[in-house]
């Protein structure tokens, strides 16, 4: 069983910056592709970016590329997505995920997930 811990959600106005982290209790990534979602009021889980356990090879949702960055300590101990340019519409709650063989946009692929830091970003 991995227990994910995400935090660093908050209030900023729209162009500031947050940086979310995400830790699993009691172990380290090695071995586990970690994704980060976000899920607004009224709308469905939708996939933000991921990372995979091996070469660190990165992947982003359109919507967010060229703003956010997901990065790993060297340790593979905390994942982090840092967020630049920060619009309305990226207010939700990000939930950190993980999966030791998938790490695809797809939600249901994800067997572990954290429960979520809240964002919101006015405008």
């Known amino acids: 069983q991995v227990q994910l811990v995400e935090s660093g959600g908050g209030l900023v106005q729209a162009g500031g910056s947050l940086r979310l982290s995400c830790t699993a209790s009691g172990r380290t990534f090695s071995r586990y592709n970690v994704g980060w979602f976000r899920q607004a009021p009224g709308k469905e889980r939708e996939f933000v970016a991921a990372?995979?356990?091996?070469?660190?090879?990165?992947f982003y949702s359109d919507s967010v590329k060229g703003r956010f960055t997901i990065y790993r300590d060297n340790a593979l101990i905390t994942v982090y997505l840092q967020m630049n340019s920060l619009k309305p519409e990226d207010t939700a709650v990000y939930y950190c995920?993980?999966?030791?063989?998938?790490?695809?946009?797809?939600?249901?692929?994800?067997?572990?997930w954290g429960q979520g830091t809240q964002v919101t970003v006015s405008s």
């Open positions: 995920a993980a999966d030791p063989r998938f790490y695809g946009p797809r939600r249901i692929e994800y067997d572990y």
């Open positions: 990372i995979t356990w091996s070469v660190g090879r990165t």
